[in-house]
Every structure is written in C-alpha cells, then in structure tokens.
C-alpha cells in the first residue's frame, strides 16, 4: 500500500521557482500556540511563518499591510517586533479576535471583572436573544437562557478593552455550547448533546485565554500603530495613498469560502449573539461571492488552463472559480501600487483541487503581482500541520467519491521593481 510521501519532490523537479524548504514548517508546533489560544480561527497564518518573513525582510518601525488579516497573527507579531500594522477583514469576528491578541491586559483587573461578573450573571435578566432563523435548531432552551444573561452581564462592563476581551470568550462560549459541532468550521449539528452549562464554559474559556496572556510580553521599543479595521480589501485599499508601505504579508482566502474554508459559517452563530444579525450574509461578500460569466481578461495563462479543464466537466464550477480570481486580481491591482519599489510582498496560498483539477495559485498570484512590476523571487513550500483543515473533499458531491485537499501551503516571495 503506498502511503503519501511526507516530503514534496526534490527541488529539480519544481515549476514556478517552488522551493521545499523544511525550515517554513515549524512541526510540531502548533499555529494556535500562546497568544493565538485565544479564540479558534479558520486556516490561521502560522505565526512563526509571519515572524520570521517580518524578522529577515523588514526593520524595526517598518509599515506593514494585510488586506486579509483574519484574526489578527500578522497584527500580532508586528507589535511584538515593532513594526507598525495596518491591517483590514470582512469577517467582525475576526477583527474582534484581532484587537483582543493585540491589546494586553493586566491579569488582576480581568480577574477582577470576571468576579463582577459571577455577582450580576445569576440575576441578569434575559433580555437579548437574537432574533434569527432556527436559533433553537442550534441551541438547547437552557443554553439560549443561560446566553442571554451572559449577555446582559457583560454589557455592564464599562471599559471597552475589556469588554472586548469578555465578548471574544463569549462569543467562544457560543461555539463550545450550541449544538453546532465546535470541532467543524462548517455548521454542522452535533451527533450528541454537549453541556448546555453556559457559565462554566464561560470561566473555563476566559481562564485559557488569560493563561495566553502570560506569554504575551512586548519588547521595549518604541510605541508602534496599529490599525485593524473591518472593511473589504475589494473597496477599502483603493482610499490608500501609493508607496506607503515597507512590506506586504497576507495569506488571502484559498477560495470562495462557500466551497473551502467556510468563515462566514464558522462565525455565524457567534455573530449572531454579538449583534450582526446580517452574518448569514457574509459568505457572499468574501472574494467570489458572487458567480460571473468567464472572460480573458486576467494576466495568467495557467489559470486559464486549469479553468478550462473544469469546465469542460462543469461550466458553472468553472464560473464560480473564475469568479475568486476576478475578485483576487482586483485586490491585487489596488494592493500592488501601495508598496514602496524595491520592498517586498509575501503572499500565502493554497492550490485547491476542483473537479480533479489542481489550481496552481501560487502561479496565478505571482502572474498576477507581475503584471502590476513586480518580481516574483521565489515559492517556498511549506507542508500543513497543526492547521485545522480537511483532508478530503467530494468534488462531486456524489457519496463515496473523494479527492485530496491541500497538504501543503505556498509562501509567495515578491518584489517590486516598478
């Protein structure tokens, strides 16, 4: 039986200027280590990837951008190294994450206000419950009443750092109790009941995410900006002025995320209870919500050759695929003009698999940012551990049949020239 090799071809054997460096892995420690404990992410940047991209290619005081920044590892490594951050997502949950990995806390007053808390949260009432489609097909009664004067009691905290940081266990309390299966990104409802007991879940989160805390100490160095905003990298880069920025380092989406990492379905329910009643929505809004016709207008011959394989067995996947590039190439031509000449861009991708047919998306953004000056360096190839995502799929939704998702990942190493 031939078992799947642990390490890519040799490096002879590569297209694209791929390199496998082993020294991108990081095994056996897990992208969810420290800091990044608090609150669970969809394909999370591994951290030490990040660390050391902003530790070999910038300097102290640097002005770095994620258009894509998800919860917030970028953010939290520039402010770790001094570098200043700017950095955007779609996705409020992700934010939330963002800002709360990024502004410590002193332990005694979290503490302080989690007894505060255990005082108000018996009597709360159980005022807020939102106001969504089959809110009881994923929550237990007593989960929703137990939710709902969590709710009140947190709304009593009146600095808003801390709030933020009790909203963010909050809103993980939201997953770990629904009966939504907290070990899936997709929703999914659970085979068994979980413990509906909502505030010793609560204590339980908050508790693990103080103990991140303790790994958190920032450097003496000068006071760094950071900006995380909740905005669409598709509208928000084109109000930015050219050649602001000393690097770029995103890992943009591998996909549309209604068919591989569902964020919008991942954030749903907590949403939900944090007041985003529109969160059903927010898979349409990621890049290729929307399905569009194909056209010959994007700068990159493979894409162009994968895509006609799809479609040759389905058109309409073919669209939908097209249609995340579009998208992509968009963000890239807004995205691309805002580094300074000479500086450098890291862009990390996955090649997804559709209908048998693999994307090679490391190539397309490497077209892609070439078309707009830039000099693609290298690909470094980096094998997936410790991130949370699956191994098969059904590329036609026909029961039985499965195809291989992504193993490795595509660390995109450019410069711009122009």
């Not at 947190?154 to 907290?182: C, G, N, Y």
């Not at 098969?392 to 992504?406: E, F």
Request: proline share 7%; hydrophobic share 40%; aromatic share 12%.
């Amino acid at each position: 039986m031939n078992q799947p090799s642990l390490f890519y071809p040799s490096e002879e054997t590569l297209p694209y200027k791929r390199i496998r460096d082993i020294s991108w892995d990081f095994r056996g420690i897990p992208a969810s280590e420290g800091i990044y404990r608090i609150h669970p992410y969809p394909a999370m940047f591994h951290f030490l990837v990040v660390r050391r991209i902003l530790k070999e290619y910038s300097r102290k005081g640097a002005w770095v951008l994620d258009p894509f920044m998800g919860s917030g590892v970028a953010a939290t490594e520039a402010l770790l190294l001094g570098r200043n951050f700017v950095g955007y997502d779609l996705n409020p949950l992700a934010v939330e994450i963002a800002r709360v990995r990024t502004t410590p806390l002193e332990v005694a007053q979290v503490e302080k206000t989690l007894a505060f808390l255990a005082e108000v949260y018996p009597e709360a009432s159980e005022g807020y419950i939102p106001s969504v489609p089959n809110l009881t097909y994923w929550f237990a009664p007593e989960t929703i009443r137990g939710l709902a004067r969590l709710h009140t009691a947190i709304q009593q905290i009146p600095d808003r750092a801390m709030a933020r940081f009790f909203w963010v266990a909050f809103s993980e309390t939201v997953r770990e109790t629904s009966l939504a299966d907290a070990k899936e990104f997709k929703l999914i409802r659970r085979k068994s009941r979980p413990s509906s007991e909502v505030w010793s879940m609560f204590v339980r989160i908050v508790k693990k995410n103080v103990e991140a805390f303790h790994t958190f100490t920032i450097p003496s160095h000068p006071k760094v900006h950071l900006s995380l905003e909740c905005a669409n990298a598709l509208h928000v880069l084109k109000t930015l002025p050219e050649e602001s920025f000393d690097m770029i380092v995103t890992s943009p989406p591998y996909g549309d995320s209604r068919t591989t990492v569902a964020y919008g379905q991942f954030s749903r329910l907590s949403l939900w209870w944090l007041g985003y009643p529109e969160a059903g929505n927010l898979d349409s809004r990621l890049l290729g919500g929307h399905r569009r016709p194909l056209h010959p207008d994007l700068p990159s011959p493979v894409l162009y050759e994968a895509l006609q394989k799809i479609a040759d067995k389905n058109r309409k996947r073919a669209e939908e695929v097209f249609s995340f590039y579009s998208d992509l190439w968009e963000v890239i031509q807004d995205m691309a003009p805002l580094l300074k000449k000479g500086a450098f861009a890291f862009v990390l991708v996955g090649n997804r698999r559709v209908k048998g047919v693999e994307l090679p998306t490391d190539k397309i953004v490497a077209d892609f940012f070439e078309a707009m000056g830039y000099v693609h360096e290298a690909t470094y190839v980096r094998r997936i551990s410790n991130k949370r995502m699956p191994a098969q799929n059904s590329p036609s939704n026909v029961v039985g049949q499965r195809d291989t998702t992504m193993r490795y990942e595509y660390l995109v190493h450019l410069r711009r020239v122009s």
